[in-house]
DNA sequence: TCGCAACTGCCACCGAGTGCCACTTGCTAC
DNA sequence: GTAGCAAGTGGCACTCGGTGGCAGTTGCGA
């Protein structure tokens, strides 16, 4: 990595660390773009090439994080059945996150804290969605039928996740989140029972 | 109703009209508050004392429409299991979209073209989607596992319901939405077969 | 018709985000 | 090593959405 790149890869991590930081003591609609400036040493103009917005600090690593489970999918593709996939990635990304429950806690209640990044949070689910979408109908024809069940099943997916982890972050996510996450698969896949 | 009251009515009226002429003449974020205020012969003070920000435009009244939704599932609690509850929710609404089609495809388009009013959706949905868990864990039981069970059935309706009427939407709304809808609803009650 | 409450308009202001251009800094070819 | 170039940064002025505050207007009820 050049010296170039290097010092470019400190800047953006030290705005970030300034930026949460920031917005974990105030809030985050509290905290303005010009103070993080300040403390991180940038300008505004120069934060903004780095972030798009300033969502983006608080999501950061969008495109990467997406790639990554768009490579997951691909490599599970051609065996599994969808449900399977599914359960594998909920293996890989709910061990993740249950190991770092106090990280992904802090975040949550930031996020819950200002409908701007509730709606950011929401696109992003979306972006994960049509991924999940596109895999299913990879798998299973590519009629128009097939299109509307892969669509359909993916929204119920991400449905379910967004659902289960918002139940997870209430109880402190104290429950193990795989557990919680294979329960809802089987729930998608044999049927929900009227009765719990 | 009042002189005072009328006029209120109409000056709402106008400006909403107005403001989605142009949204769909010139698009969301290429119109702006002052080009609005100006056509509709208002202050831009009084038209953000009518709707609360730029996108309360594009979805007006939307705590009486989800006050109409939560009568709904008021009326519909005591006898019916949730899935029935949610067919007949599939009926009235769908069926009422069907309807307006025009409209709803037009506004649709605007949806579309603008992360904000994507983000805005969302959180939207979020609210019906808490009211049905909220009618959920009401018919069953109010443990924590109920509640569970509840969200994340809820969290899966969302779900569908947003999977399928993307889909609609992509066929210019010439499908039968009622028809998708309870189809999307069974594959939920009897679990979704692997193949379509 | 008088007094009050509701409503409106205006103005100054804030914060996010952009376009533009001058300036600095690291890289590279010679 | 250094000249020249591209990448990156800072600063400034500007736009636009949104708010606070207050003065002025208008409908309503006594």
């Known amino acids: 990595m050049n010296l170039r790149e290097r010092k470019k890869a400190e800047t953006r991590a030290n705005v970030l660390r300034v930026a949460n930081e920031l917005f974990r003591e105030k809030g985050f609609e509290q905290t303005t773009i010009e103070e993080i400036c300040a403390q991180a040493l940038v300008s505004k103009r120069t934060l903004f090439r780095y972030f798009g917005d300033k969502e983006g600090l608080v999501f950061p690593n969008r495109e990467e994080r997406l790639e990554a489970f768009r490579g997951f999918l691909r490599a599970a593709e051609l065996p599994r059945n969808p449900f399977d996939t599914l359960r594998s990635a909920t293996r890989v990304w709910g061990s993740e996150y249950n190991e770092s429950r106090d990280r992904i806690l802090a975040q949550q209640r930031l996020v819950e804290g200002s409908s701007a990044l509730l709606a950011r949070e929401r696109v992003i689910d979306r972006e994960w969605e049509q991924e999940i ?27 379910v996740i967004r659902a289960t982890m918002s139940y997870w972050f209430e109880s402190e996510c104290r429950a193990d989140l795989v557990e919680l996450g294979l329960d809802a698969i089987d729930k998608l ?8």
Chains 1, 2 share one sequence.
Do not use: N, Q
């Open 133 to 159: 979408a596109a895999a299913f109908a990879r798998m299973t024809g590519s009629d128009a039928d097939a299109d509307l069940w892969a669509r359909v099943l993916a929204g119920a997916i991400m449905g």
């Open 189 to 196: 896949e044999r049927g929900f029972p009227v009765a719990p």
